[in-house]
């Protein structure tokens, strides 16, 4: 796939010459670590995706759409906050995976599913959760009415255990066992949801755990079952992880699977006459790993290069944005929680302001793209992208060619993502002046943040020989 701006098609306002006059119903399909060229619609050969292809050919296919971490839970905590991840403790884990009553996102934050619910929305939550975990924490906390999912960062496909072996299926905030392959089970609930009777609009929040491990498809129950038998001769770490399991063949069955499920539920919502007025968005948590196709982007999850954090992002909503669009315009997932809060007809908390744009004026109204910083921060990197550019600040050691020689951190990069999706061509020496600008403004913006605490397993560790690990 090209990453430059190439028959780039640009936004303008939508045949209705703006908002539609009633508020939309929103339905957020969020896939659980997929590659940037994972679909059809992005390049993807060997995977068939007819369903989300159908749905880019519909709306607005973005080429440069990013996760605003490259951790899910991080990602998460993000998008219902509409917030910089680590503003919060829970944000600082990568992932989150510590049970504890200050990991999670409290209830009184204010969260995109509060605030719509406030406006007279019904909300409601299918699949993975992961900010939090009970007593202390969970969705129907936050402002989402409905709840059937998991908790936990992972989930086996059958046997529907966590990563520590505990059973993870919940009703709300009630165990309940029900057999059935996940992705199929959260697919009929969020159809079932779409195709409900109701007079107000609804928000849907349907998180797959697909395509995450373990690398189990819809008819590998005994691989389950095999995973659910190794807990008993060594949890740690997880059995879940997978790591003898699954193929480029395997993982394009549980993507395929998934097409099938936003399938169901797309039909679902025609069907019952909502699909007009309905944003549609479908992403990722974060870019995908082991199995994943980035190419040609470089680096996977946990990994601020661009294969970890730019993702397939697209969004549909007939009523006001003309179909068959593709744009090279940089938004991440902040960007996606502004636009969705200003479409429900509401506004933020004064008190949390919100960290990315609303996107509305420009979707709807034929407005100007509006520039602004996309912001990353993990323990070892941080990102700053604004218009072509993207500045990188990375703490890890680093090679001048293949694995040799090996240099140590920190380093200050500055790459052209629309020309260098490879981030190859470090042109920092050749925009001094840019660097030092984009620099700045991340070190501004990284003050806010929680500091990550002393001994955060993913920050590196500096050798007896090392000058700094930290910014000048």
């Given at each position: 796939?090209?990453?430059?701006?190439?028959?780039?098609?640009?936004?303008?306002?939508?045949?209705?010459?703006?908002?539609?006059?009633?508020?939309?119903?929103?339905?957020?399909?969020l896939?659980?670590?997929?590659?940037?060229?994972?679909?059809g619609?992005?390049?993807?050969?060997?995977?068939?995706?007819?369903?989300?292809?159908r749905?880019?050919?519909?709306?607005?296919?973005?080429?440069?759409?990013?996760?605003?971490?490259?951790?899910?839970?991080?990602?998460?905590i993000g998008?219902?906050?509409?917030?910089?991840?680590?503003?919060l403790?829970?944000?600082?884990?990568?992932?989150?995976?510590?049970?504890?009553?200050?990991?999670?996102?409290?209830?009184?934050?204010?969260t995109?599913?509060?605030?719509?619910?406030?406006?007279?929305y019904?909300?409601?939550?299918?699949?993975?959760?992961?900010?939090?975990?009970?007593?202390?924490?969970?969705?129907?906390?936050?402002?989402f009415?409905?709840?059937?999912?998991?908790?936990?960062?992972?989930?086996?496909?059958?046997?529907?255990?966590?990563?520590?072996?505990?059973a993870?299926?919940?009703?709300?905030?009630?165990?309940?066992?029900?057999?059935?392959?996940?992705?199929?089970?959260?697919?009929?609930?969020?159809?079932?949801?779409?195709?409900?009777?109701r007079?107000?609009?609804?928000?849907?929040?349907?998180?797959?755990?697909?395509p995450?491990?373990?690398?189990?498809?819809p008819d590998?129950?005994?691989?389950g079952?095999?995973?659910?038998r190794?807990f008993?001769e060594?949890?740690?770490p997880?059995?879940?992880?997978?790591?003898?399991?699954?193929?480029?063949?395997?993982?394009?069955?549980?993507?395929?699977?998934?097409?099938?499920?936003?399938?169901?539920?797309?039909t679902?919502?025609?069907?019952a006459?909502?699909?007009?007025?309905?944003i549609?968005?479908?992403?990722?948590?974060?870019?995908?790993?082991?199995?994943?196709?980035?190419?040609?982007?470089?680096g996977?999850?946990?990994?601020?290069?661009?294969?970890?954090?730019r993702?397939?992002?697209?969004?549909?909503w007939?009523?006001?944005?003309?179909?068959?669009?593709v744009?090279d315009?940089?938004?991440?997932?902040?960007?996606?929680?502004?636009?969705?809060?200003?479409?429900g007809?509401?506004?933020?908390?004064?008190q949390?302001p919100?960290?990315?744009?609303?996107?509305?004026p420009?979707?709807?109204?034929?407005?100007?793209?509006?520039?602004?910083?996309?912001?990353?921060?993990?323990?070892?990197?941080?990102?700053?992208?604004?218009?072509?550019?993207?500045?990188?600040?990375?703490?890890?050691?680093?090679?001048?060619?293949?694995?040799?020689?090996?240099?140590?951190?920190?380093?200050?990069?500055?790459?052209?993502?629309?020309?260098?999706?490879?981030?190859q061509a470090?042109?920092?020496?050749?925009?001094?002046?840019?660097?030092?600008?984009?620099?700045?403004?991340?070190?501004?913006?990284?003050?806010?943040?929680?500091?990550?605490?002393?001994g955060?397993?993913?920050?590196?560790?500096p050798?007896?020989?090392?000058?700094?690990?930290?910014?000048?």
């Amino acid at each position: 796939m090209a990453t430059g701006a190439e028959d780039k098609k640009t936004p303008v306002g939508g045949p209705a010459g703006g908002r539609p006059g009633e508020p939309p119903n929103i339905l957020f399909i969020l896939a659980d670590d997929l590659g940037w060229a994972d679909l059809g619609c992005y390049g993807a050969s060997g995977i068939r995706t007819p369903n989300l292809d159908r749905l880019a050919a519909e709306g607005i296919r973005f080429r440069h759409g990013y996760a605003c971490s490259p951790w899910c839970s991080s990602t998460r905590i993000g998008l219902y906050t509409g917030r910089y991840p680590t503003r919060l403790p829970a944000g600082l884990e990568e992932p989150l995976t510590t049970h504890t009553e200050r990991n999670g996102i409290p209830a009184d934050q204010p969260t995109l599913s509060s605030l719509l619910l406030a406006t007279g929305y019904q909300t409601a939550m299918f699949g993975k959760w992961h900010c939090g975990w009970l007593p202390w924490y969970s969705p129907l906390r936050i402002g989402f009415q409905t709840f059937y999912g998991n908790f936990d960062g992972a989930i086996d496909y059958f046997e529907h255990i966590n990563t520590i072996g505990e059973a993870d299926l919940y009703e709300g905030e009630t165990p309940v066992e029900e057999a059935g392959y996940y992705t199929s089970l959260i697919s009929d609930r969020a159809a079932e949801f779409v195709a409900a009777n109701r007079e107000s609009p609804f928000y849907l929040q349907l998180n797959y755990t697909a395509p995450h491990w373990p690398w189990e498809g819809p008819d590998d129950r005994e691989v389950g079952a095999e995973i659910r038998r190794r807990f008993s001769e060594q949890p740690v770490p997880t059995p879940l992880i997978h790591p003898d399991g699954g193929s480029l063949a395997k993982y394009a069955e549980l993507i395929e699977e998934m097409d099938a499920g936003v399938g169901k539920v797309l039909t679902a919502l025609a069907d019952a006459g909502r699909a007009e007025n309905t944003i549609v968005v479908f992403t990722s948590d974060n870019g995908g790993e082991r199995w994943s196709n980035n190419w040609p982007l470089v680096g996977e999850k946990g990994d601020l290069a661009e294969g970890g954090i730019r993702v397939p992002l697209i969004l549909r909503w007939p009523a006001a944005v003309p179909g068959d669009q593709v744009s090279d315009d940089p938004i991440d997932t902040l960007d996606l929680t502004a636009t969705l809060i200003d479409a429900g007809g509401t506004t933020p908390d004064g008190q949390y302001p919100l960290d990315g744009v609303s996107l509305l004026p420009w979707l709807i109204d034929g407005a100007d793209f509006p520039e602004h910083y996309l912001f990353w921060r993990t323990s070892n990197q941080g990102a700053l992208r604004r218009g072509r550019f993207k500045y990188l600040y990375d703490r890890r050691d680093r090679s001048v060619l293949g694995n040799w020689p090996r240099r140590e951190g920190p380093f200050h990069l500055l790459y052209d993502v629309t020309v260098d999706g490879r981030e190859q061509a470090d042109i920092a020496d050749q925009h001094p002046e840019l660097l030092d600008e984009l620099r700045a403004a991340w070190e501004r913006i990284e003050g806010e943040m929680l500091p990550f605490p002393p001994g955060h397993p993913g920050a590196p560790e500096p050798s007896a020989t090392a000058e700094t690990s930290e910014p000048d």
